[in-house]
């Protein structure tokens, strides 16, 4: 499934962050977003996975295709890293949570509570959810948050494998993952402030 977004226009609290942007994201390949905090790459985000709508421009290929993972890591506390697994498996329709596990080395950790996980194996545990939901695309906020060194390569490994599948990834990340992936520096689309009226300019 190729996603695909046109002349897009976004924005947050009201006021437009982003304009004009569009890019093309095909099967097998990643596109890495890149800007200054604040920039707008999680609005962006948020509206290619359809949490949010854009102000105009079009967004095509998204919908039921997309697996999110945003800075949360949607997870519940009160059940075992299996419950967890097998919670988003059942909502998916996907199989075996197995995979997924050894993926993100959780098999030690599957009758622990959600809860009483550090902060990085909350993470890999989050970013395990994506490998059970069976969608081709994904969408992914700064994933590498809380991983050491080990769970980063965890990830890129998970993601070259999703990748080599057909499926793809959009991802907003300042840490570099090995990936063969196209960059697109979100910087050159920053919204135009809007302009002021005559009566507000007298103000100023």
Same mark, same amino acid.
């Given at each position: 499934?190729?996603?695909?977004?046109?002349?897009?226009?976004?924005?947050?609290?009201?006021?437009?962050?982003?304009?004009?942007?569009?890019?093309?994201?095909?099967?097998?390949?990643a596109?890495?977003?890149r800007?200054?905090?604040?920039?707008?790459?999680?609005?962006?985000?948020?509206?290619?996975?359809?949490?949010?709508?854009?102000?105009?421009?079009?967004?095509?290929?998204?919908?039921?295709?997309?697996?999110?993972?945003g800075?949360?890591?949607?997870?519940?506390?009160?059940?075992t &890293?299996?419950?967890? $697994?097998?919670?988003?498996?059942?909502?998916?329709? @996907?199989?075996? *949570?197995?995979?997924? #596990?050894? +993926?993100?080395?959780?098999?030690?950790?599957?009758?622990?509570?959600?809860?009483?996980?550090s902060?990085?194996?909350?993470?890999?545990?989050?970013?395990?959810?994506?490998?059970?939901?069976?969608?081709?695309?994904?969408?992914?906020?700064?994933?590498?948050?809380?991983?050491?060194?080990?769970?980063?390569?965890?990830?890129?490994?998970? &993601?070259?494998?999703? $990748?080599?599948?057909?499926?793809?990834?959009?991802? @907003?990340?300042? *840490?570099?993952?090995? #990936?063969? +992936?196209?960059?697109?520096?979100?910087g050159?689309?920053?919204?135009?402030?809007?302009?002021?009226?005559?009566?507000?300019?007298?103000?100023?």
């Amino acid at each position: 499934m190729t996603l695909t977004v046109t002349d897009l226009v976004i924005a947050r609290g009201g006021v437009p962050v982003l304009e004009g942007l569009s890019f093309t994201l095909n099967p097998g390949r990643a596109l890495v977003l890149r800007g200054p905090n604040g920039i707008g790459k999680t609005t962006l985000l948020r509206c290619v996975a359809g949490l949010q709508p854009p102000v105009s421009g079009r967004i095509e290929g998204a919908g039921d295709t997309i697996a999110y993972a945003g800075h949360s890591d949607g997870i519940k506390p009160t059940l075992t &890293v299996a419950e967890n $697994l097998t919670f988003w498996a059942r909502v998916f329709g @996907a199989g075996s *949570i197995g995979p997924a #596990l050894d +993926a993100y080395e959780l098999n030690d950790l599957t009758d622990r509570h959600a809860g009483n996980l550090s902060a990085g194996q909350k993470r890999r545990l989050g970013l395990a959810r994506l490998l059970v939901t069976g969608r081709p695309i994904w969408v992914l906020d700064e994933p590498t948050v809380s991983l050491d060194r080990s769970a980063v390569e965890m990830f890129a490994g998970a &993601v070259r494998a999703h $990748l080599a599948q057909g499926g793809s990834a959009l991802i @907003a990340t300042h *840490i570099e993952l090995g #990936l063969e +992936a196209e960059l697109l520096e979100v910087g050159p689309y920053k919204a135009r402030p809007a302009p002021l009226d005559d009566f507000d300019g007298g103000f100023l």
